[in-house]
RNA sequence: GUCCCCAUCGUCUAGCGGUCUAGGACAUCACCCUUUCACGGUGAAGACCGGGGUUCGAGUCCCCGUGGGGACGCCA
């Protein structure tokens, strides 16, 4: 029997969780899931400076949001250092490792020599050889890995295929830093070992991570993880995701109205692929999803297309799903709470009326309650320009002759009132779309909305009526 | 600068030597449907970065160039 696949999201909590940070996540659990593995979460938070607790939350919530759920408790990497240190020590004991004396100016000179020289390798090696008596009593030191310094690295990474680095390009890096705490480059190779992690996915701003990690996995020796570096996400214009575009965090894609599925989708295709098919439901997902299908080109973030499908998915969500989404998202927008307060009961259910109509046309849950907001707008209605520019005196006269037409219709029915307005345009003569714009603009104080009839059901008599009847005396 | 990665319509991509006069989706533009807006339907326009090889045959393999991107910290 094979070891059960252990995937892992480990975001540093410098930051929200913005959305390639987001993808990410979600090509590890889908990995996971569709192996019948488990998805672990480990908070990379030893830079005490940056890390906050505002960001730990705000990865959470937006994990939770896209429903990206882990396995087990979730680990702090801060928690173990004594463990990082203890690997340290050992790796110093069996002479993999070695104490480095070098002084933060001894370094920065290094560092520039190095650039001018055109060298990769940045530290010289100069405490590599150097016996620990020769250092300067009481000087701090760090311990740094004793690369090899011939021959090459290799990386089989899974999508990015045999990446290869010559070992005398890549130098003796910090393990543990002099104040003790463990560097990122020794954390990582600890925990993901620790954590019995199988297979690491991550961004390709990661892959020379990859190479050094596989130095340290080497000394230790260690079972390397499979590694899969993913290419970046980049804005619309191809640079660096910035906050300009794309780079905000997962709260502000809820709070733009986008359904958490809509997002898995856009963002499962943004690099992998199968075949021909763009929709895919979380089973399709977590069933096709592989490694080898994920492109090596960086792929730009196109709202177009996040928008098409969450439209996809607003018209083929249920009803009462659509109404459970919009209260979840109310609390999260600025107007939030003022609209809540106007969703009573009798008003919920003329949304859920309203519903099949109204999301055959909303791209998102924001549209979605913009369009509905005619259903809980109460009278006098405020009307926008394009509904203002409807209601003409001769608009007005229509509505008043239309609204007795309608005053005697019964039953109440979308059949019934679209019978009474079609006669009515047959005797004057007029095409429907004459009487039936002014009406919507009377109706819903817009130039668009749901089929007329449809709003005028969802309304009731007493209502439409009234709506219809303040517009035909104002002017 | 050095190291690493990448390169098909505007965008996301299919393509894994011959079935490619290169397919799909989004966006765009027509037309149809129609009480508005969407949806839906039909159709149009639109790409293999350049140059060398390899091969009977290259979008597909190799090399060079060019262009992007990423990494070069006692950050993660």
Same mark, same amino acid.
């Given at each position: 029997m094979t070891d059960p696949i252990v995937t892992r999201f480990a975001p540093s909590p410098t930051g929200f969780l913005h959305i390639g940070g987001a993808r990410t996540a979600l090509f590890n659990w889908l990995y996971a899931r569709g192996r019948g593995g488990k998805m672990l979460l480990r908070i990379e938070d030893t830079d005490r400076e940056r890390s906050t607790k505002a960001a730990i939350d705000a990865i959470l919530d937006g994990l939770d949001w896209l429903g990206l759920h882990w396995d087990g408790e979730t680990v702090y990497q801060f928690s173990r250092v004594a463990r990082h240190r203890e690997i340290a020590e050992r790796m110093l004991a069996e002479g993999k490792a070695y104490r480095c004396f070098c002084t933060p100016e001894e370094l920065a000179q290094m560092r520039e020599k190095a650039k001018a020289e055109g060298k990769t390798r940045l530290y010289d090696g100069r405490w590599r050889d150097r016996d620990p008596s020769e250092a300067p009593a009481g000087q701090p030191y760090a311990i740094r890995l004793k690369a090899p310094l011939s021959g090459e690295t290799v990386v089989e990474d899974q999508v990015q295929?045999?990446?290869?680095?010559?070992?005398?390009?890549?130098?003796?890096?910090?393990? %543990?830093? !002099?104040?003790?705490?463990?560097?990122?480059? %020794?954390?990582?190779?600890? /925990? +993901?070992?620790?954590?019995?992690?199988?297979?690491? #996915?991550?961004?390709?701003?990661h892959l020379n991570n990859g190479a050094r990690q596989t130095q340290i996995y080497q000394a230790l020796g260690w079972t390397i993880p499979v590694m899969s570096?993913?290419?970046? #996400?980049?804005?619309?214009?191809g640079s660096k995701l910035s906050k300009r575009h794309g780079a905000l965090g997962v709260d502000a894609y809820r709070a733009m109205g986008y359904l958490p599925a809509a997002m898995r989708n856009y963002l499962v295709r943004l690099g992998w692929s199968h075949g021909d098919q763009e929709v895919f439901s979380t089973e399709e997902m977590i069933a096709a999803f592989d490694l080898p299908q994920i492109g090596r080109s960086p792929a730009r973030f196109d709202f177009a297309k996040l928008e098409s499908l969450s439209g996809h998915y607003m018209r *083929?969500?249920? /009803?009462? +799903? =659509?109404?459970?989404?919009? +209260?979840?998202? =109310?609390?999260?927008?600025?107007?939030?709470? +003022?609209?809540?307060?106007?969703? *009573?009961?009798? #008003?919920?259910? $003329?949304?859920?009326?309203?519903?099949?109509d109204l999301k055959e046309r909303a791209k998102t849950l924001v549209e979605l309650i913009d369009a509905a907001s005619f259903i809980w707008s109460g009278r006098p209605l405020a009307l926008d320009d394009k509904a203002t520019a409807l209601l003409t005196p001769e608009a007005r006269g229509l509505i008043r002759e239309v609204t007795q037409a309608l005053e005697t219709v019964e039953p109440w029915t979308p059949a019934a009132t679209e $019978?009474?307005?079609?006669?009515?345009?047959?005797?004057?003569?007029?095409?429907?779309? *004459?009487?039936?714009?002014?009406?919507?603009?009377?109706?819903?104080?817009?130039?668009? !909305?749901?089929?007329?009839?449809?709003?005028l059901t969802v309304l009731g008599r007493q209502e439409s009526l009234a709506r219809l009847r303040d517009q035909a005396s104002a002017s």
């Open positions: 295929g045999r990446v290869t680095w010559q070992n005398e390009n890549l130098d003796d890096f910090v393990l %543990l830093r !002099s104040d003790g705490t463990p560097t990122y480059m %020794l954390a990582v190779v600890v /925990d +993901d070992h620790d954590m019995a992690v199988t297979h690491i #996915i991550r961004g390709d701003d570096h993913i290419p970046l #996400i980049h804005g619309p214009d *083929t969500s249920p /009803d009462a +799903d =659509l109404l459970a989404a919009i +209260d979840g998202l =109310l609390p999260h927008l600025a107007n939030g709470t +003022d609209i809540a307060a106007k969703l *009573t009961p009798p #008003i919920r259910s $003329q949304i859920l009326a309203a519903m099949p $019978q009474a307005v079609r006669s009515y345009a047959e005797t004057k003569g007029t095409k429907l779309g *004459t009487v039936a714009q002014p009406l919507r603009a009377a109706l819903t104080g817009r130039a668009t !909305s749901p089929g007329i009839f449809n709003v």
